[in-house]
């Protein structure tokens, strides 16, 4: 499939059920009504591409999918953001992902709930394409490996940072400048050490003030990713385990994951809508 024609990957990620229309590489609809037209009906994907054989596919993205886009131009970098907020290179991600012709990356994620189309998140090189949009799909060059890749790699979930980022909360570039900090950065080793500090001080609140010191410690650990010490993902998933391990002495805990989100975004400087 390596010498397929673009009508040939269309209708190979329609058979994969991804509703396809064509599109010109400027992202210009060649349908009427553009993504609400998209299709997995052989007969009509093949109608189109005889009329624009060198148009490309593009997916129109159901609900249940969000696609993080990083972008690489002019002053915008989304792949050095995407580690600040993930911790882990994009091209690590085990999930269906693709390059793009301006340098840039999609991942695809599994999505829980509905998200806003078309949303960039503050001060990052980094958007998000869901229902109501579409992405550009590979129809040369890595098209292949990418088609392979969907089929046999689940989509991840949607990472816990991202709503809190797309909440408004601001990336740790723009809190270098404005975060209350120590005047010297902590090294990482010792971010890291600070942050099992505050996990073993969660779990081992005394009864009575467990969400208190759950707070402190979580609004502690948001300054530190704020000046860019601690990347968003590694410190909100071990905060959520150390707020998950408090025992319980009376009703059980609720809404952990949102309690913790909400006191990390007041430690970076600004609180959670």
């Known amino acids: 499939m390596s010498r397929a024609a673009p009508i040939d990957w269309a209708l190979g990620y329609a058979a994969h059920g991804l509703a396809v ?9 060649l349908t009427e009504h553009g993504y609400q037209d998209a299709s997995t009906d052989p007969g009509v994907i093949a109608a189109w591409w005889r009329r624009y054989p060198f148009a490309d596919p593009a997916w129109a993205l159901p609900e249940h999918v969000v696609t993080v ?29 693709a390059s793009t012709p301006s340098g840039g990356m999609h991942l695809f994620y599994a999505a829980a ?8 998140i503050r001060g990052c090189g980094i958007d998000t394409r869901s229902q109501g949009g579409c992405v550009i799909l590979p129809a040369r060059g890595n098209g292949r490996q990418w088609l392979r890749r969907l089929s046999k790699t689940p989509m991840a979930g949607a990472p816990a940072w991202l709503d809190c980022a797309l909440k408004g909360v601001s990336t740790p570039d723009q809190f270098r400048h404005t975060a209350r900090s120590s005047p010297e950065p902590l090294e990482r080793k010792q971010a890291l050490a600070e942050l099992e500090r505050s996990c073993a001080k969660i779990i081992a609140a005394p009864d009575g003030t467990q969400d208190d010191t759950r707070h402190r410690q979580c609004f502690l650990i948001g300054a530190l990713i704020a000046c860019g010490e601690l990347d968003y993902g590694t410190a909100y998933s071990a905060l959520v385990a150390a707020a998950r391990a408090m025992p319980t002495y009376g009703k059980p805990w609720r809404d952990l994951d949102k309690r913790v989100e909400a006191s990390i975004a007041r430690g970076m400087g600004r609180a959670a809508p």
Do not use: W
């Not at 229309?21 to 609809?29: G, I, L």
């Not at 972008?71 to 600040?84: A, N, Y």
């Not at 709930?113 to 960039?120: H, I, L, S």
């Open 21 to 29: 229309f064509p599109m010109k590489a400027d992202r210009t609809p």
């Open 69 to 97: 886009d990083l972008d690489r131009k002019s002053d915008k970098d989304g792949f050095r953001d995407f580690v600040h907020l993930d911790g882990h290179d994009p091209r690590d991600i085990e999930t269906p992902s």
């Open 113 to 120: 709930r509905p998200y806003q189309n078309a949303v960039r």
